[in-house]
């Protein structure tokens, strides 16, 4: 077993290494990435909108391989496996097992609440009432939600409001004990109150598990993440601790996008 | 304080409102056609039924289990082409439904955008085929084949027609069950996708569920597709008025009662030729039953994303 360090003694979790990402019909949308997710912390991609966060993020869990025509170069590697994540004898399923995604409009099912958070349990062949019922409860109080919905755990989750869903949406990514989860800019949908929700939740999660998170919220990525990327065009500008970013970024352009003399 | 003067161009456009109200006529005008071509086929259908009615009673009707108006004992029992309406449907949809819903979903979920615009346009096609065409299939080749499996079976049944029927049927489900399906936003898909699930179970345990309500209503649009059928059950299942459920026995339906009638040379104005718009009328009071029904099953499952 491999794990590899940082300057502060931090464990990489997953790493891009020289990534490029083609779209279907030939845009390069990601150029040469190289970033590390580090464990237990909250790593936060930001950058003008189609500077490629999107899809830098979904080829964590390969989303792209949903569409025909889309192609991976070079690697993301999964420690402490030491896998290329993206090579084709890999099973995408199976990745996706390991790194779950909340995506930026609440996307529940048409089922009920509890069978919302149970999915990914029963995808992984889970049907023991005792255990769906345990781990239910548990991903639901991880995801804040328990206290508001133990009572109609059978009501269709559409009727809960938007920020409810979203972190029913967390449950149901929770459920299955993922250690990586990409955020999609999870709160962009959401009120200010709600949103103060998700964050604090995010800290909570970050304890457990590792956490990328795309946000065009400047004042978020300050405030929740330990990492900070700044991406431009496909490209990674820099990627620091989110206070040098934000307070001493080495290079120009990612001062000028923060201080908003740009974009 | 001077009047509000109302500026030229917030003022109403007199030739923009002509318009609206033409084209608004011209839309009531087409509903109310439609409107009045049905009202017009039940008055037809009830001022023809009446008569009959008068002759025998409604009772006799719903009740008696014979069905013999062209007999010297004669007999107006709606049963047996009830029973015999009722079976070839349902043998038709144990066919078009588990069929029609499976295609569905290979189309929408599994199939490449090449295969979908190949196999959808020949699915199509088969909409195409004259019922009549059906009929003969269902009598010199199915009903044959069936015989090499179960000798017994008489020439005329309701077992060959029913399963032709649903064959016919198919492409009704996949297609209106394939474009609910395709509506399911994307975000859906990939949100079951990010939890780990396979094709099949994506498309099994959420698309479907989130398109329940466009599938339904393609199962009604079958069913009232199979109770209305004509020319098959005519051909091959025998033209019998038997009150049975047998799907092996031989059967008429209300169509095909109505259509022998028709073709007959029954004197107009006869009990014989009043029985087919009695019959006429129970056909539609079927359909009508099965619509309210499709309606308030599709109003319990009403899509929200
Ligand atoms: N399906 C697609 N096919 C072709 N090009 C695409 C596709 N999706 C995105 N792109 C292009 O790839 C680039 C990166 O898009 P991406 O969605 O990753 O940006 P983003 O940084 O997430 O932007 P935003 O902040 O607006 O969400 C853009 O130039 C976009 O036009
Ligand atoms: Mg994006």
Redesign the pocket.
């Known amino acids: 077993m491999v794990t590899e360090k940082n300057k502060h003694n931090e464990i990489v979790k997953a790493e891009s290494k020289n990534l490029n990402f083609f779209?279907?019909?030939g845009?390069q949308?990601l150029k040469k990435i190289n970033l590390p997710v580090y464990e237990n912390k909250i790593t936060a991609l930001i950058?003008?909108?189609?500077?490629?966060?999107?899809?830098?993020?979904?080829s964590f869990n390969r989303m792209h391989d949903l569409?025909p025509g889309?192609k991976y170069e070079g690697e993301i590697i999964l420690y402490p496996d030491n896998t290329n994540i993206l090579d084709k004898k890999v099973d995408p399923i199976e990745v996706r097992m390991r790194i779950s995604m909340v995506f930026?409009k609440p996307n529940p099912f048409p089922k009920s609440i509890f069978e919302n958070v149970a999915y990914g349990l029963r995808v992984r062949g889970e049907n023991n009432k005792r255990i769906l019922d345990d781990k239910v409860e548990e991903a639901l109080k991880g995801a804040s939600l328990w206290n508001e919905v133990k009572d109609r755990l059978q009501d269709l989750a559409f009727n809960l409001s938007g920020g409810q869903q979203q972190r029913l949406c967390i449950a149901r990514a929770l459920a299955t004990e993922p250690e990586i989860m990409l955020f999609?800019?999870p709160t962009s949908a959401l009120d200010p109150i709600a949103t103060v929700n998700i964050e604090e939740l995010m800290s909570e999660l970050k304890k457990k598990l590792s956490i990328l998170i795309?946000t065009?919220n400047m004042q978020q990525a300050a405030r929740i993440s330990d990492y900070t990327a700044y991406?431009y065009l496909?490209e990674l500008v820099e990627h620091d601790d989110t206070n040098k970013i934000f307070t001493n970024p080495s290079k120009k352009e990612t001062e000028d996008y923060i201080t908003g003399k740009f974009g | 304080m001077s009047e509000p003067i109302i500026s030229a161009r917030l003022s109403k456009d007199f030739q923009r409102n002509i318009m609206e109200r033409f084209i608004e006529f011209a839309l009531l005008c087409s509903a109310a056609f439609a409107v009045f071509i049905t009202s017009a086929i039940v008055y037809v259908l009830v001022s023809e039924a009446i008569p009959f009615f008068q002759h025998v009673s409604i009772y006799e009707f719903l009740t008696d289990t014979v069905w013999t108006p062209n007999y010297s004992i004669k007999h107006y029992g709606i049963l047996p082409l009830i029973s015999g309406t009722l079976t070839t449907t349902f043998i038709a949809l144990l066919v078009a439904v588990p069929l029609g819903t499976i295609t569905a979903i290979y189309l929408s979920e599994f199939a490449s955008h090449k295969v979908r615009e190949t196999v959808k346009p020949i699915l199509e096609l088969l909409v195409g085929v004259p019922t009549v065409v059906f009929g003969y299939f269902a009598l010199m080749l199915v009903t044959p084949l069936l015989q090499k499996i179960y000798p017994d079976l008489t020439t005329f049944n309701m077992l060959g027609p029913g399963i032709v029927m649903g064959v016919m049927i198919v492409p009704y489900i996949a297609s209106l069950a394939e474009d609910s399906m395709r509506a399911v936003p994307m975000a859906m898909r990939e949100g079951a996708y990010a939890m780990g699930a396979t094709r099949f179970q994506t498309s099994v345990r959420v698309i479907t569920p989130a398109a329940i309500s466009g599938i339904v209503a393609a199962y009604i649009l079958a069913i009232s597709r199979a109770v209305g059928e004509t020319m098959i059950v005519a051909i091959a299942a025998g033209q019998q008025p038997n009150f049975t459920f047998n799907p092996v026995e031989s059967a008429a339906t209300i169509t095909s009662y109505i259509v022998s009638v028709a073709l007959g040379d029954l004197e107009h104005g006869g009990i014989g030729y009043q029985s087919i718009f009695a019959a006429g009328l129970t056909l539609l009071v079927m359909t009508l039953l099965l619509n309210i029904l499709g309606h308030m099953t599709r109003k319990k499952f009403a899509e929200r994303y």
């Not at chain 1, 950058?47 to 979904?58: A, D, E």
């Open positions: 779209y279907a019909d845009t949308a950058g003008p909108s189609g500077c490629g966060k999107s899809t830098f993020l979904r569409y889309n930026q999609d800019e795309v065009h991406m496909g």
